[in-house]
């Protein structure tokens, strides 16, 4: 926990001394670290938009290349819904069985359940921008069997909307003097407002008499 921690509060200095150390590698090291936060649903803690804004600052010093950038990372996006949504459809409404808790957490999925209800197929755009429920979404598009056509025209829309807007930030904002002597300030912000559409809607949940 302690090094997750760590990387989620120091991604330029983890990002930086990747490229470093693995040079062209790095950019599939953060292809698979993307394609598994939207991709899995057991690994719906790692870096997402905070990750995003931080290669974009990176690409703003000359490490990374920005257009390289939103190539692998839409991918990643694209695909990593793409399975996701895959492994939805296979389970079906078995994805509510008790025996899957261990795996798919109840609140996780009821709380995407209820994002979809309230959204629509525009869900899989929204959710991009809101950690875990971004995770969910396309595992329960593909549990509600959600006409792939549909799914497919907003997990291309949401994706790349999602990456060039990030990184583009991060690319702009990164290297403003203010943004990059308190990066971690800045991360822990994005986090923060990242997860607050969620908190507000377990807070109304909760307001709701049952």
Known sequence: MPHLIDLFL?????????????????????????????????????????LL?????????????????????????VLGDLVNYQVGKYLGPKAF????????????????KKFFDKHGGKAIIIARFVPIV????????????????????????????????VCTAGYIFGEIPLVKNNFSLVVIGIVIVSIMPAVFEVIRAKRVPA
Request: net charge neutral; hydrophobic share 50%; charged share 15%.
């Open 10 to 50: 120091h991604l330029d200095k983890h990002l930086g001394e990747l490229v470093q150390s693995y040079g062209t590698l790095s950019y599939v090291i953060l292809f698979l670290i993307v394609f598994c936060e939207t991709g899995l649903v057991v690994t719906p803690f790692l870096p997402g938009d905070s």
């Open 53 to 77: 804004f931080a290669a974009g600052a990176l690409a703003s010093t000359g490490s990374f290349s920005l257009l390289t950038l939103f190539v692998v990372l839409f991918t990643a996006a």
């Open 97 to 112: 069985d008790k025996k899957y808790e261990k795996f798919l957490k109840p609140e996780y999925l009821l709380k995407t």
């Open 134 to 165: 971004r995770t969910f979404a396309p595992f329960l598009a593909g549990v509600g069997s959600m006409p792939y056509k549909e799914f497919g025209l907003y997990n291309i829309s949401g994706a790349f909307i999602w990456v060039v807007s």
